[in-house]
């Protein structure tokens, strides 16, 4: 059975193993949804997918759903995605624009724009009721705990836990990275998503952009049948080039151990994770001359400098946000069911920028995170092995051992090895630490 107690809960992890009732037990998936969830900051969406007043994108996080909303004067907010009425939704579209009132669809109760009252049919029957005064006549709820930074929109469903800055810390260096590629310093999110749901917990997804021993064995026949193909080519091979620029994010990928040991990670406080403090496989990526003038006109010479050397392989604003500044893309987790997990990768488009950033970012997205992918397909195939291969007996902990320190455990912010399983570590303290903050012993 399930614990529910904050101690039993905090008890599934270890210093340096997690319990698999983590990834398999429904209960505790519901757990999450009531408390983890709401006590931690979730990345909703971009302020881009919704420029102009009476724009709005339809999310559902930890079970809620919800709507983000441009409003008449320009400013955003965050609405229940539910009529006070009878609870219906008042869009069924993942995007799109309301107009200048939303409008439910059942019994046609109008809203403004920020979720205020319009107007309901038959108003004369509400007179001297208690509608007025209970939640019903409020119109539709608005989220208390909204952060827009760099465009990035968060939330936090509850009250309890830290603000926003408090959660994120340091670790909005990766998003000031990304938004500063732009020599405008704005993004923009064009080409569409590519969606996925992968028949596995959300945290094993998590675990696996921290993960730099795996990719010599799972991608190793993707990796094979790249150099096959791009063999005997010349040193000099124009890299930039759209033919070149699958080979080039692609080949990276057989690096070995010793490259992503020594490529460095760096774990924050709250479960956040930088990998590749040192060097990633983006940081080959052919240069760009106009781009490079055009940012150190931007920015100057120093600034511009510190920008491009930074190409982190994944920066993770845990628990919802994967984010990779080269090329300029972003994974989204949404965690559906305990087995259950939607993974949406988005691609930004750099203001001021040339078009082949944009389509760096698209052709990797295609190629590694598309359901199609020749990588991704491997990644599934064994996050979906691991949720079956957990339900056998005999052992009910999970390994994370590799490079534990004691000492780690008294320490904030580190910097450590890539291979180095504390950037799994990080993250499952930080689960343990905001699952039971706000339950009872």
């Given amino acids: 059975m399930t614990p529910c107690r904050a101690a039993d809960i905090a008890a599934l992890v270890q210093d340096d193993r997690v319990h698999r009732d983590l990834y398999l037990s429904p209960a505790l998936f519901a757990l999450e949804q009531q408390h983890f969830f709401a006590n931690t900051w979730q990345y909703l969406g971009h302020a881009s997918q919704v420029p102009t007043a009476g724009d709005y994108l339809a999310v559902q996080i ?49 809203y403004k724009l920020d979720g205020a009252p319009l107007a309901i049919p038959l108003k004369s029957g509400y007179e001297n009721t208690r509608l007025k005064s209970c939640e019903s006549g409020q119109g539709m709820a608005a989220l208390r705990h909204v952060a827009l930074y760099r465009d990035f929109v968060f939330v936090k469903l509850g009250d309890a836990g830290p603000d926003f800055h408090g959660y994120l810390g340091d670790a909005l260096q990766a998003l000031d990275n990304l938004a500063d590629r732009s020599p405008l310093g704005r993004l923009r999110i064009e080409g569409g998503v590519l969606r996925s749901i992968v028949h596995c917990n959300w945290k094993m997804y998590l675990e696996n952009i921290n993960d730099t021993v795996h990719p010599m064995s799972t991608h190793e026949s993707a990796t094979a049948a790249a150099n096959r193909l791009w063999q005997g080519q010349p040193a000099d091979a124009p890299r930039a080039s759209k033919s070149a620029m699958a080979m080039e994010q692609i080949l990276p990928f ?61 920066a993770l604003c845990f628990p919802s946000l994967a984010v990779k500044s080269s090329p300029q893309a972003i ?9 259950r997990t939607l993974i949406e990768a988005w691609s930004f488009r750099a203001e001021g920028a040339p078009d082949i950033l944009f389509e760096r970012a698209m052709t990797y997205n295609r190629l590694v995170f598309s359901p199609m992918s020749v990588v991704a ?29 004691a000492r780690e ?33």
């Fill in 254 to 314: 057989g690096a070995g151990y010793d490259f992503f040991d020594r490529m460095g990670g760096r774990v924050y406080p709250n479960g956040h994770s930088v990998l590749g403090v040192n060097f990633s496989i983006h940081s080959g990526y052919a240069q760009l001359p106009d781009y490079e003038a055009a940012m150190r006109a931007a920015h100057g010479e120093a600034r511009a400098t510190e920008i491009l050397q930074r190409s982190p392989q994944n």
């Fill in 62 to 110: 930890a079970g809620r759903p919800l709507l983000l909303v441009r409003q008449a004067d320009g400013a955003l907010r965050v609405l229940a995605n539910r009529c006070a009425h009878k609870g219906t939704q008042l869009v069924s579209d993942a995007s799109g624009n309301t107009g200048k009132f939303f409008r439910c669809p059942y019994h046609a109760w109008t």
């Fill in 377 to 405: 397909h491997d990644d599934v195939h064994l996050f979906e092995s691991m949720q079956q291969g957990l339900q056998a007996e005999g052992n009910d902990w999970i390994s994370l051992h590799r490079d534990f320190d």
């Fill in 409 to 441: 455990l008294e320490a904030g912010t580190q910097t450590v090895n890539g291979t180095n399983e504390l950037l799994m570590r990080n993250q499952f303290r930080a689960w343990a630490k905001f699952m039971t903050l706000t339950m009872q012993d």
């Fill in 331 to 339: 994974r989204v987790i949404r965690p559906l069911a305990v087995d």
